[in-house]
């Protein structure tokens, strides 16, 4: 009956456990995907139950998602590293330094002890500031991520042209902030001097 009742669970991993159950007298577990809904999750629980077999379904959607959203980004984040060619800042709600990786620290020649609680605009030229403030609390504000050229003043004095995309960081309770990323132009990369 339960088979004609739930005929999506006919000739899944669902249906092995069950059967399993019901044959061994185990207790029986798996995540697998959904056989109801598409790029969905449920953890099943089969076990025997009085003359035949109980069946435990919950959907982990959220969690399978989350945990392996939080693979891709750790991926992505230890790629731009590699490369070194991309930096990453994390910028709090009033535009302070919250993490900055070793990419950016390596541009602006200043550790990261150095950076971190620093006003991002205040790294930017002089010039440049009005607009890049604008620019970032705009982000803050919701009003859509936004694509920046800048130059970065370097502990050497020198400016750095960047690109740059701010983008802004939503967490379950509203704005945390702003993720930052940034790239030299090739010119600067292969070592030409920036100059404004």
Known sequence: MLW?????????LTEAHARHSQISGEISAADIPSPFRDDSWLHVEAFPFEDGIGLLLRDITSDVQRHRLADVKSAILKAMGIHGGVGYARLSNRGFIEYV????CTLVGLPE???????????????QRPHFRQELEAVLRGEGD???????????????????????????YGTE???????????AENGESARQ
């Open 146 to 172: 936004r694509r920046v050229q800048a130059h970065l003043l370097t502990n050497g004095g020198a400016l750095l042209p960047m690109e740059g995309a701010l983008v802004q960081l939503r967490g379950t």
């Open 177 to 187: 902030g702003v993720v930052m990323v940034m790239t030299p132009p090739a010119s």
């Open 101 to 104: 990786d070793a990419t950016i």
């Open 4 to 12: 004609d009742a739930l005929p999506e669970l006919v000739g899944t």
């Open 113 to 127: 002890s150095r950076l971190i609680n620093a006003y991002m605009t205040d790294l930017i030229a002089l010039p």
